[in-house]
T-cell receptor, first 111, second 115 residues
Framework: SQQGEEDPQALSIQEGENATMNCSYKTSINNLQWYRQNSGRGLVHLILIRSNEREKHSGRLRVTLDTSKKSSSLLITASRAADTASYFC???????????FGTGTSLTVIP | DTGVSQDPRHKITKRGQNVTFRCDPISEHNRLYWYRQTLGQGPEFLTY????????KSRLLSDRFSAERPKGSFSTLEIQRTEQGDSAMYLCASTVAQGDSYGYTFGSGTRLTVV
């Protein structure tokens, strides 16, 4: 299956704390992407990490990729209430091809 | 060009009616995708196009569903004889399918309610 599976399903933290969510997948990939979805809206692309990269940063986001374990993690530092959303990972087998989402991690940041 | 546009944002229809949704991708993107999302679930892949060619259809896309992308620009998704189980958010996304890896840009979706 090309589907990414996020863990945990739900996460609740206080504002200012760090949030870590994980993604596991089963196939070899070209890249892995993380998306955020606010309630009732479309998905927003956050970050893409290629299969030959181990870590990538973008602002308060840090993504790691371990292709030997077929897993990735997304760390959001110094969380804000506005980070409250669902987060999905998308393992991409071939560039431009469709990908399959899991059920996501629902993050709640309490002000 | 500000992103992927979907129209309408909301659609309420009676069971048995036909509905059509439209997606306008980012103009230079040659790949366009349709996903369906129900409450509490992740988006489920339905179909995608490269230019005007429909390259893959999910088993979820029953014969009541049809998608087109004439001229490789905008796309339409039609659902015939709607059923209550079709109630969902329908998401469109686009990307460039060549060169280095790019993220996918999603629209805000069309929420369909079948009553």
């Amino acid at each position: 299956s090309q589907q990414g599976e996020e863990d945990p399903q739900a996460l609740s933290i206080q504002e200012g704390e760090n949030a870590t969510m994980n993604c596991s997948y089963k196939t070899s990939i070209n890249n892995l992407q993380w998306y955020r979805q606010n309630s009732g809206r479309g998905l927003v692309h956050l970050i893409l990490i290629r299969s030959n990269e181990r870590e990538k940063h973008s602002g308060r986001l840090r993504v790691t990729l371990d292709t030997s374990k077929k897993s990735s993690s997304l760390l959001i530092t110094a969380s804000r209430a506005a980070d409250t959303a669902s987060y999905f990972c998308a393992p991409v087998v071939n560039t431009g091809n469709q990908f399959y989402f899991g059920t996501g991690t629902s993050l709640t940041v309490i002000p | 060009d500000t992103g992927v546009s979907q129209d309408p944002r909301h659609k309420i229809t009676k069971r048995g009616q036909n509905v059509t949704f439209r997606c306008d991708p980012i103009s230079e993107h040659n790949r366009l995708y349709w996903y369906r999302q129900t409450l509490g679930q992740g988006p489920e892949f339905l179909t995608y196009f490269q230019n005007e060619a429909q390259l893959e259809k999910s088993r979820l896309l029953s014969d009541r569903f049809s998608a087109e992308r004439p001229k490789g620009s905008f796309s339409t998704l039609e659902i015939q004889r709607t059923e209550q189980g079709d109630s969902a958010m329908y998401l469109c996304a686009s990307t460039v399918a060549q060169g280095d890896s790019y993220g996918y840009t999603f629209g805000s979706g069309t929420r369909l309610t079948v009553v």
